[in-house]
C-alpha cells in the first residue's frame, strides 16, 4: 500500500505548504517546518520551498483553499516537482480533494504518512514491522475513497449503485479489515511473551532512556552498558526497545532501556501500535529524559517528552532530566540559564563521553534513595541464598562466624522478599 520515496544518488526535490491560523504559536510553526524538512531528508526528499498559508480557519474543502492548491500544483509543474508535503494531518476528505487538484502525476504526504513511511524504512524486527503495519493500514483504511476512480462509471437504470471502482473498494476495506484483525492478534500474542519476560525480572530496578527522536539515547545507551546500539545522526534511526542487564558500579546492578523517540504530534495510532514497545517505559522505576541541549526549542522538547509520558500514563514516574551533545555548545549563558530552569539536571556529551561520571553517580544516588537496609542471619549451607544476594543486592557488609554468616544489604522490597522466601523453603 506505501511508497517509501527514497533517492540513493540525489536528493529529491519537494515543496512543503503549512497552514498558519490565529491561535498558531508562529514560534511553533517554524520548528514545526523545519522539523518537516529534516522528515523528509530522512526519507532522501530536499523541501526546495515552504509556503505558509494564513487563514482564519480550515478551509472546509480542501484544509487551505482550492486557489492555494491549485498555485501549489502549477509551483510543482514549472520546476518539474512531483511532491507536495504538508506540515499537517489532514483528514480523508481532504486528502481526497486535494489529490484530486493536483492530479495523478503529483503526490500528496501530510506529516503522518511522512512519519509512517520513516518508520517503515527502519523497522527492522518482526514486532516494530507489524506495530508500523497496523498503525498504517489504520491510517489507509478511510483514505480509500478516490483511489479507484479509473475504474468507476455512470451507470443508469434501477437498482443501480456504483461502478467496480466502488466494489472494489469495499473489497480493499474487507481485505484491510482482515489485516487490522490479523496484526492485533499478532502483536497481542508478542505482548503476551513481553510480559512473561518482564515478570521474569520484576525485582530487578529498571532504568529507561526516553526523549526527542535524536537526542542521543542510543550514544548514552552505549556509553552506560558497553552495548554496541546502531546509532546514526538520524530521525527515528532507532525503532525497537534494546533492554541490558549492566552494573553501575560494584554494588548497583540495574535493567537499562533505550527506547523509541518521541516527536511532536505524534500519529495516536502509532503510539497505540507501540504501546507493546513503549512498556518498558511503564515498567521502569526512573527515567532519563535525554535533551538535546543543541536544539532551538528545547522547551517545545520538554513538553513532547512530558505530553508522550502522560498519554503513556507514566508522567508521575520518578525522573532526572539530562542534557546532551554539550560538545556542540560553547556559549555559557546557555548553560546557566538551564541551570537555573531546570534544577538539578545534568550536563553530558555522549559523542566524547563528558560528564558520563556524574550521570551514573546521580543514577546510583536516585537508586539508593529508594532502597531499603535489611540484614539476614544465614547458615553456611546457604549458598545459593547468599550467590542471589550478591547477585540481585547491594551488600554493604559480611561477617563470617563459627556457626552463621551475616549480611547487610540494600534491596528493594521485591528482591527482599525474595530473599526470604528462598531461606524460609531451605
Given at each position: 500500500?506505501?511508497?517509501?520515496?527514497?533517492?540513493?544518488?540525489?536528493?529529491?526535490?519537494?515543496?512543503?505548504?503549512?497552514?498558519?491560523?490565529?491561535?498558531?504559536?508562529?514560534?511553533?510553526?517554524?520548528?514545526?517546518?523545519?522539523?518537516?524538512?529534516?522528515?523528509?531528508?530522512?526519507?532522501?526528499?530536499?523541501?526546495?520551498?515552504?509556503?505558509?498559508?494564513?487563514?482564519?480557519?480550515?478551509?472546509?474543502?480542501?484544509?487551505?483553499?482550492?486557489?492555494?492548491?491549485?498555485?501549489?500544483?502549477?509551483?510543482?509543474?514549472?520546476?518539474?516537482?512531483?511532491?507536495?508535503?504538508?506540515?499537517?494531518?489532514?483528514?480523508?476528505?481532504?486528502?481526497?480533494?486535494?489529490?484530486?487538484?493536483?492530479?495523478?502525476?503529483?503526490?500528496?504526504i501530510d506529516r503522518t504518512k511522512l512519519i509512517l513511511d520513516?518508520?517503515?524504512?527502519?523497522?527492522?524486527?518482526?514486532?516494530?514491522?507489524?506495530?508500523?503495519?497496523?498503525?498504517?493500514?489504520?491510517?489507509?483504511?478511510?483514505?480509500?475513497?478516490?483511489?479507484?476512480?479509473?475504474?468507476?462509471?455512470?451507470?443508469?437504470?434501477?437498482?443501480?449503485?456504483?461502478?467496480?471502482?466502488?466494489?472494489?473498494?469495499?473489497?480493499?476495506?474487507?481485505?484491510?479489515?482482515?489485516?487490522?484483525?490479523?496484526?492485533?492478534?499478532?502483536?497481542?500474542?508478542?505482548?503476551?511473551?513481553?510480559?512473561?519476560?518482564?515478570?521474569?525480572?520484576?525485582?530487578?530496578?529498571?532504568?529507561?532512556?526516553?526523549?526527542?527522536?535524536?537526542?542521543?539515547?542510543?550514544?548514552?545507551?552505549?556509553?552506560?552498558?558497553?552495548?554496541?546500539?546502531?546509532?546514526?545522526?538520524?530521525?527515528?534511526?532507532?525503532?525497537?526497545?534494546?533492554?541490558?542487564?549492566?552494573?553501575?558500579?560494584?554494588?548497583?546492578?540495574?535493567?537499562?532501556?533505550?527506547?523509541?523517540?518521541?516527536?511532536?504530534?505524534?500519529?495516536?495510532?502509532?503510539?497505540?501500535?507501540?504501546?507493546?514497545?513503549?512498556?518498558?517505559?511503564?515498567?521502569?522505576?526512573?527515567?532519563?529524559?535525554?535533551?538535546?541541549?543543541?536544539?532551538?526549542?528545547?522547551?517545545?522538547?520538554?513538553?513532547?517528552?512530558?505530553?508522550?509520558?502522560?498519554?503513556?500514563?507514566?508522567?508521575?514516574?520518578?525522573?532526572?532530566?539530562?542534557?546532551?551533545?554539550?560538545?556542540?555548545?560553547?556559549?555559557?549563558?546557555?548553560?546557566?540559564?538551564?541551570?537555573?530552569?531546570?534544577?538539578?539536571?545534568?550536563?553530558?556529551?555522549?559523542?566524547?563521553?563528558?560528564?558520563?561520571?556524574?550521570?551514573?553517580?546521580?543514577?546510583?544516588?536516585?537508586?539508593?534513595?529508594?532502597?531499603?537496609?535489611?540484614?539476614?542471619?544465614?547458615?553456611?549451607?546457604?549458598?545459593?541464598?547468599?550467590?542471589?544476594?550478591?547477585?540481585?543486592?547491594?551488600?554493604?557488609?559480611?561477617?563470617?562466624?563459627?556457626?552463621?554468616?551475616?549480611?547487610?544489604?540494600?534491596?528493594?522490597?521485591?528482591?527482599?522478599?525474595?530473599?526470604?522466601?528462598?531461606?524460609?523453603?531451605?
Open positions: 500500500i506505501y511508497q517509501i520515496y527514497i533517492c540513493i544518488k540525489k536528493m529529491i526535490k519537494s515543496l512543503l505548504l503549512s497552514l498558519s491560523l490565529p491561535t498558531t504559536n508562529q514560534d511553533n510553526l517554524k520548528e514545526e517546518i523545519e522539523e518537516m524538512k529534516r522528515l523528509a531528508n530522512t526519507l532522501g526528499f530536499s523541501i526546495e520551498n515552504t509556503t505558509i498559508q494564513n487563514k482564519n480557519k480550515i478551509d472546509s474543502a480542501t484544509f487551505f483553499g482550492k486557489g492555494k492548491i491549485q498555485n501549489t500544483v502549477n509551483q510543482c509543474n514549472e520546476l518539474n516537482i512531483n511532491t507536495i508535503f504538508i506540515n499537517n494531518e489532514i483528514d480523508p476528505g481532504h486528502y481526497k480533494r486535494i489529490q484530486k487538484i493536483a492530479g495523478k502525476s503529483i503526490f500528496i520513516i518508520f517503515t524504512k527502519h523497522a527492522k524486527t518482526i514486532e516494530s514491522k507489524k506495530q508500523i503495519q497496523l498503525a498504517s493500514v489504520q491510517y489507509m483504511m478511510p483514505r480509500l475513497i478516490g483511489q479507484w476512480t479509473h475504474l468507476e462509471r455512470q451507470m443508469g437504470g434501477v437498482g443501480t449503485r456504483g461502478g467496480p471502482g466502488e466494489k472494489q473498494i469495499e473489497i480493499d476495506r474487507r481485505l484491510l479489515r482482515s489485516d487490522i484483525t490479523k496484526l492485533k492478534k499478532d502483536l497481542f500474542q508478542i505482548e503476551k511473551q513481553r510480559t512473561t519476560q518482564r515478570k521474569s525480572r520484576k525485582n530487578v530496578y529498571k532504568v529507561a532512556l526516553v526523549g526527542y527522536t535524536n537526542a542521543g539515547k542510543s550514544s548514552i545507551f552505549k556509553n552506560l552498558s558497553g552495548y554496541k546500539t546502531y546509532i546514526k545522526d538520524e530521525l527515528f534511526a532507532t525503532l525497537d526497545t534494546t533492554t541490558k542487564n549492566i552494573s553501575l558500579d560494584d554494588k548497583t546492578k540495574i535493567l537499562l532501556s533505550d527506547t523509541v523517540g518521541f516527536l511532536r504530534n505524534l500519529p495516536t495510532d502509532l503510539i497505540a501500535s507501540f504501546r507493546s514497545t513503549l512498556g518498558e517505559i511503564r515498567d521502569a522505576n526512573l527515567l532519563i529524559k535525554i535533551i538535546d541541549i543543541s536544539s532551538t526549542d528545547i522547551k517545545g522538547h520538554v513538553s513532547t517528552i512530558d505530553d508522550t509520558l502522560k498519554i503513556l500514563e507514566c508522567n508521575s514516574k520518578k525522573s532526572l532530566i539530562v542534557f546532551n551533545k554539550i560538545d556542540k555548545i560553547d556559549n555559557n549563558k546557555i548553560f546557566q540559564k538551564l541551570k537555573n530552569e531546570y534544577k538539578n539536571a545534568i550536563f553530558i556529551s555522549s559523542l566524547d563521553s563528558l560528564n558520563i561520571n556524574v550521570l551514573i553517580k546521580e543514577i546510583v544516588n536516585t537508586i539508593n534513595k529508594d532502597l531499603k537496609l535489611y540484614k539476614i542471619k544465614l547458615n553456611h549451607k546457604n549458598q545459593s541464598v547468599i550467590d542471589y544476594i550478591y547477585t540481585n543486592a547491594q551488600v554493604l557488609s559480611r561477617e563470617n562466624t563459627y556457626d552463621c554468616i551475616n549480611i547487610s544489604y540494600r534491596a528493594g522490597t521485591g528482591i527482599h522478599n525474595k530473599i526470604k522466601k528462598m531461606k524460609d523453603n531451605l
